[in-house]
């Protein structure tokens, strides 16, 4: 909706944990940006009606896979910003582990071509560590910041190497950006499809041990507190890791952690069905690391919601358990999930939880989104917080289908979201550029 100029938003629950904002009241846009309270004249080209919803800051992913360059029938820039648009998101970090990696600046500023030319939500690429993420030599990691990388990760993998991690913590450090690890001792997982313990021994199947993440978290932040470096515990999955975090936030360490739905609504008793749609890494572990997630999700251990969106095509997913690929889509069930696990049973408030998904991302980025301040970027989804509805995988907008919540029905989603002062989506779907809203 480019010829749109004004935007006035009437009658929603106003949340911007930015500004400490929980109210009913009215938000205008104009011409990209938000408007102070009383700024702008009665005059709007599109007035909606927010009574009963949630008008809060653009939501933000800081874990997605987009899968191109290289994997594009599992994902491609634009289908995965349609169905981040339809999962209420206006910014989404992408990872490095394309084919080529994202080890340089013009790997970077394809991304960002590419997401300009889709014209659906904000893509901010995140560079890899090490070249070809080897886990042997720096990436550039000067020059992927010329190209635009908000962060740096060899995520797919670990950065296996403690001295390599050291320098990417010291250099990262000079240009303000944060290592982002997905920690995982490869030694200690190769060839496990499940977490181990009980249901791996019962199934009979290669288990992947919580001390491969504990091991590995402990190690970074250590290293993260004698380099002064910003870590970043990707997809945090075991108890003993959420403690470890929160310990190195009271010594003072520059840690921050996020957790996915799958790590706090499903356990690895699912993997009984032999149903490859439950296998994700890190694997799903047992109650007790569930419990541990949701208390560091309570207590601000963990500051940060994301999915690790991991799309792959039906004929790579429908495979034996052992042979199917790790991960599951995410954008477009984050929000009804985390309703499911967080909100309904009282372990979040709505402020708290839209904190974890708009301006705590957004300073782990270092990007200007995730308030409503006026005079900042008009990112801003609306979310009808009654919505029932039942997770339909054929209607994902994502080229992937892969995700354990198929059939389950839920509460909350996106009603209308708006990038850049213009109507992206509705629940009507996308809005096309030149097209007008129902709203």
Request: charged letters at 20%; a negative charge.
């Amino acid at each position: 909706m480019p010829d749109v100029v004004t935007i006035h938003i009437t009658g929603g629950r106003i949340i911007d944990p930015s500004q400490e904002i929980d109210q009913i009241g009215d938000l205008w846009i104009s011409r990209g940006h938000i408007l102070p309270a009383g700024g702008a004249s009665d005059d709007a080209e599109v007035v909606i009606d927010a009574t009963g919803l949630i008008v809060c800051p653009g939501l933000i992913d800081a874990h997605v896979h987009l899968r191109e360059p290289g994997n594009e029938e599992d994902e491609t820039i634009a289908t995965g910003a349609a169905s981040a648009l339809a999962g209420g998101m206006t910014s989404v970090a992408c990872m490095p582990n394309t084919i080529p990696a994202i080890d340089n600046q013009a790997a970077a500023e394809f991304v960002i071509l590419q997401a300009q030319r889709a014209r659906k939500v904000n893509v901010y690429p995140v560079g890899a560590v090490s070249k070809g993420r080897k886990g042997e030599e720096l990436a550039e990691l000067g020059q992927l910041v010329a190209g635009g990388a908000v962060g740096f990760t060899d995520d797919g993998a670990p950065v296996a190497s403690a001295s390599l991690m050291r320098r990417a913590l010291q250099y990262a450090k000079m240009f303000d950006r944060v290592i982002m690890q997905h920690c995982q001792v490869p030694e200690l997982t190769g060839g496990g499809v499940m977490n181990e313990g009980f249901e791996s021994t019962r199934l009979g199947l290669g288990g992947m041990p919580a001390a491969a993440e504990d091991i590995m978290v402990a190690r970074d932040i250590r290293l993260a507190e004698i380099t002064g470096g910003r870590l970043h515990i990707q997809h945090i999955s075991t108890a003993r890791s959420v403690e470890l975090v929160r310990e190195g936030k009271r010594r003072g360490v520059r840690v921050t952690a996020e957790a996915c739905p799958h790590h706090f609504t499903l356990t690895d008793e699912r993997l009984r069905t032999f149903d490859s749609n439950f296998k994700m890494n890190p694997p799903l572990r047992t109650w007790s690391d569930v419990e541990a997630v949701i208390g560091g999700l309570k207590d601000g251990t963990i500051e940060i919601l994301a999915t690790d969106h991991a799309p792959h095509a039906p004929e790579k997913k429908m495979r034996e358990l052992d042979q199917a690929p790790f991960g599951i889509v995410g954008l477009e069930t984050l929000l009804p999930i985390s309703i499911l696990g967080l909100i309904e049973p009282g372990h979040l408030s709505w402020p708290e939880m839209i904190r974890k998904l708009t301006i705590n991302p957004a300073q782990l980025l270092g990007i200007p989104k995730g308030t409503l301040q006026p005079g900042a970027d008009a990112d801003v989804t609306l979310i009808d917080p009654e919505a029932r509805w039942t997770i339909d995988p054929s209607k994902f907008l994502s080229k992937s289908r892969n995700t354990p919540y198929g059939g389950w029905e839920v509460r909350g989603r996106a009603h209308t979201v708006i990038v850049s002062g213009e109507v992206r989506y509705t629940l009507g779907g996308i809005v096309q550029q030149g097209s007008k809203s129902d709203s």
